[in-house]
């Protein structure tokens, strides 16, 4: 996914109410930025870090720019989630998601559970799949982690994802992580406990996994590579 236009350069100084950064251009005006985040940002939320923003093209929005990208350790981080959705499209429709590269249509946003949206729904011949994506951020000691914060909402997805699968169907929560320096994946265990059981439990029950990281530059995010994933099912059984 190529941003339509140059970012521009700026540091942060601040995130506040969950979708609002103050951001110092290097022009050395100070602006507010749109965060289209609505998670804890969770290591990626340091005042001080350099950031990126986009301009919008809209002259009335009431917010013109957009926080793309902070600048963590040793890598870019994408943290617009609306981003997110469009890059995993992308990888699908260029047949680069090796086992998911067998399919004769695809549609976005289908309801199926109760009152979900599935975000990709694949149907190869009879057989339907439906995918959950999520945005992963967070990276500890070289593991991605999810979710960031507590969501009851991520849990009631898998159980879902688990009924279709009952239902004869293929289900798939899909791990995107946005930025290139993890070595791999598990459940934020110590951050959401029940998320982590429920994940495990839905593997356990037929429901495939898949973790991507990224490629992020200025310039855009791309699919990049898989990564390796682990449970941590001792943590579950002992905690």
């Not at 093209?57 to 040793?74: C, D, M, S």
């Not at 609306?82 to 976005?108: C, F, P, Q």
């Not at 946003?109 to 109760?114: A, D, F, I, L, W």
């Amino acid at each position: 996914m190529d941003f339509p236009n140059p970012l521009l350069s700026g540091t942060l100084i601040q995130r506040y109410k969950r979708f609002l950064a103050d951001i110092r251009l290097d022009s050395g005006e100070v602006i507010t930025a749109h965060c289209p985040n609505s998670g804890s940002m969770l290591g990626c939320n340091i005042p001080g870090a350099p950031v990126r923003v986009s301009r919008a093209n809209n002259p009335k929005r009431k917010l013109a720019f957009t926080w793309e990208l902070i600048h963590v350790g040793k890598t870019w981080v994408g943290i617009n989630t609306m981003r997110t959705n469009r890059i995993v499209e992308e990888a699908l429709l260029e047949r680069k998601i090796d086992t998911l590269n067998h399919y004769d249509a695809l549609s976005r946003e289908v309801r199926y559970g109760t009152n979900s949206r599935a975000d990709f729904l694949l149907e190869d011949g009879g057989k339907r799949i439906f995918i959950e994506v999520k945005n992963v951020t967070l990276v500890e000691n070289g593991i991605a982690l999810f979710p960031d914060a507590v969501t009851a909402r991520g849990t009631k997805h898998l159980r879902e994802l688990m009924q279709v699968v009952e239902e004869g169907h293929r289900g798939v929560i899909f791990f995107l992580v946005h930025r290139e320096d993890a070595s791999g994946f598990a459940p934020a265990h110590h951050i959401d406990k029940t998320y982590g059981r429920t994940l495990l439990e839905a593997i356990e029950n037929g429901v495939e996994l898949l973790v991507y990281d990224t490629t992020v530059n200025e310039r855009g995010v791309w699919l990049r590579k898989p990564l390796p994933w682990r449970p941590f099912r001792e943590e579950f059984e002992s905690g």
